[in-house]
């Protein structure tokens, strides 16, 4: 079969989704987490104890800490983080139930992820090989641009995008907390924007790289 608009379309969809999902596996771990605390000058933090009292750790216990909410969130660990010297949980009941809902969209997402596998694959294997290469190049192109264009959107209104982002995957509205809340303390502005920012340029990058390759195998072919 050839590559029409309908196929390009689908192919890109999938690599988007899949190409996206890979790199916030890639970029949702504590190296990560260290790299933006420290480009933003971020050495420590205090967290509620209680109403009256905190508890402050340096960068290495942050990273710590993130590390342990992340395999919470994927699944690898039962329980979120709690302060050692009490036992007392390091989030409140409510924003133990926004990462509850984390939890459940990252194990959707990995379905997903399976399924744009496939359908990557099926859409590749049923496309005749003479096609296969402009498929491929034409659907990075439309993946890319799309990415890129939402970036820029992102980089003027990235607190709107948010905020539908957690409207979309979170219409019980358990997502809104006090400034001073500590899971806004572990995750702060510029941690999103931060990580946002590396996924959404490694993604497009990686489709330029894939549609600059073969559009140099498709001139090649055509000599």
């Known amino acids: 079969m050839t590559a029409g608009p309908v196929r390009v379309a689908l192919l890109a969809i999938a690599i988007a989704i899949g190409g996206l999902l890979l790199f916030v596996a890639l970029f949702n771990g504590p190296d990560t987490y260290g790299d933006i605390a420290r480009s933003s000058g971020r050495t ?64 959707l997402t990995g379905y997903a992820f399976v399924v744009a596998l496939v359908v990557i694959a099926g ?24 990415v890129a264009l939402i970036a820029v959107v992102a980089a003027v209104a990235f607190d709107p995008l948010f905020l539908l982002f957690h409207e979309t995957f979170f219409p019980q509205g358990n997502f809104l907390f006090p400034a001073d809340s500590n899971l806004l303390t572990l995750y702060p502005d510029e941690y999103w924007y931060g990580v946002t920012l590396r996924i959404g340029v490694a993604f497009v990058v990686a489709m330029a790289v894939t549609s600059i390759g073969l559009s140099a195998t498709l001139r090649q072919a055509r000599r």
């Open 123 to 146: 859409l590749v294997r049923w496309t005749s090989r003479r096609e296969r290469s402009r498929l491929v190049r034409d659907a990075s192109v439309v993946a890319g641009a799309t």
């Open 44 to 107: 420590g933090a205090a967290f509620r104890t209680a109403p009256d009292l905190t508890w402050s750790t340096d960068l290495i216990g942050l990273t710590d800490l993130h590390a342990r909410t992340l395999a919470y969130v994927l699944g690898r660990s039962a329980e979120l983080p709690s302060f050692a010297t009490t036992g007392r949980p390091l989030f409140e009941a409510n924003e133990r139930s926004h990462m509850a809902d984390v939890r459940g969209v990252f194990r």
